[in-house]
């Protein structure tokens, strides 16, 4: 395992200590009641299921079958759960709350959260909000779906002054150029808020945070130019500029453009394994010293049929 890797490993597993704790202190209502965090969670999948088995709490709670068998026998016998056999297969029982399961339940339920709430009072709104959001995030990402994580938008007020922000920000920690750069987006951008009609630029979102952006500029009518692709670092490698660039270029076709071309600069080997999926090929380098010493841009063309 190499250092950055382990440096991340221990933040995860510093972070499952700290949430476990907090865990520990929301579940302590439910744990002083008579029934226990996991006899809680399977009347919680009995109760949101329409059909509800024993091998499907199983599959849903991951839970060993053993185990489960002890828990259904036990709500059974406290009367909050009943069974009845399954229509279509006489070895299954129908799991299924009774009227006292459900108030018990809505008890233990009300009670949790309750206590959640106390924890969310010690912070304001705004800080709420995003500890929301950065909970959906975690859940989303470590879904292994980058398309299920990530929403595309076309641009709304406020992102151009972002765009220019974080390209600022990105190329001068990662490829050292100067402020003379951010100040060729922001001029760039203002040129394309004279007439936003005449091009588009779509912004991802991974649960209200930015991840990314693309634009593509009408130059002619029957040619564009793709800018502005920019993914944070920690979104690279997700699938995400492809996606990104597939909507551009649909884009483009919708316009019935034939001509796509965008400029970069040599060293992006990622963004150029990318362009040349997309068709698109060199077809000019010059050096250009106008942000950063010896920069060797490079401009790549496409054809569309």
Known sequence: MN????????????????????IGLVNKTILESPYSLAEARVLLEIDNAVTCLASDLTEILQIDPGYLSRILRRLKKEGLIETKKSATDGRSQILSLTDRGKDTF??????????????????????QQHLVEHMAT???????????????????PGDIGYIVYRHGVLYAQEYQLDS?????????LF??????????????????????FIGIVEISPTTAQLRWFLIEPEFRGAGLGRILVTKAMEYCNSKNYNHVFLWTFKGLEAARHLYEDFGFTLTEEKENNTWKNRLIE????ARLC
């Open 180 to 188: 003379v750069f951010e100040k060729y987006v922001l001029e760039s």
């Open 138 to 156: 975690i859940e989303r990402m470590l879904s292994g779906r980058i398309d299920a994580s990530v929403s595309i938008r076309d641009f709304q």
């Open 3 to 22: 250092e950055f890797i382990d440096h991340r490993v221990l933040k995860i597993r510093k972070f499952n200590r700290f949430y476990t704790n907090i």
């Open 106 to 127: 809505t008890q233990l339920s009300d009670t949790s959260s309750a206590q959640i709430v106390k924890l969310l009072e010690c912070l304001p709104l705004g800080a």
């Open 298 to 301: 490079q401009r790549f063309d």
């Open 191 to 212: 040129k394309f808020l004279d007439k936003p009609s005449a091009g588009k630029i779509l912004i991802a979102e991974c649960c209200g945070t930015i991840v990314g």
